[in-house]
């Protein structure tokens, strides 16, 4: 496997299913806030910032989904975001995405995949 373009961002088991992550990784030589969803087989993740004002988005640290688990959440204004799409379905950044972070799994790992 060539790791030449890949950063490691976590473990797979360090997120249960249907639940999140908060933490830290470089993108692109930056570092930057991330999210990392698992929900049911697939894993997503996206830079921690609303579209709409930049705030972080979690709830507590590390929580960043809705109630029913159903959506993320942002804290600041309550806008929902949808899971596998990162699509922004209510609140004031209706229609504009989070920044979703290209990623591959190898051996149960989160890799980041360096444009």
């Given amino acids: 496997m060539d790791l030449s373009n890949l ?3 976590c473990n ?9 992550l908060g933490l830290s990784a470089k993108v692109n030589g930056i570092l930057k806030k991330l999210i990392v969803v698992k929900s049911g087989k697939h894993t997503f993740v996206y830079v921690n910032s609303c579209p709409h004002i930049g705030a972080p988005l979690d709830l507590r640290p590390g929580q960043f989904f809705s109630h029913n688990k159903e959506s993320i959440i942002c804290s600041t204004h ?3 975001f949808q ?3 990162g699509l922004c379905i209510f609140g004031p950044c209706k229609d504009k995405y989070l ?3 290209p990623i591959r799994i190898e051996d149960n790992k989160v890799f980041y995949v360096h444009n």
């Fill in 99 to 101: 920044e979703a972070v």
């Fill in 7 to 9: 950063t490691k961002i």
């Fill in 83 to 85: 899971i596998r799409t």
């Fill in 12 to 20: 797979l088991d360090d997120i249960k299913d249907n639940n999140s």
């Fill in 78 to 80: 309550g806008a929902l």
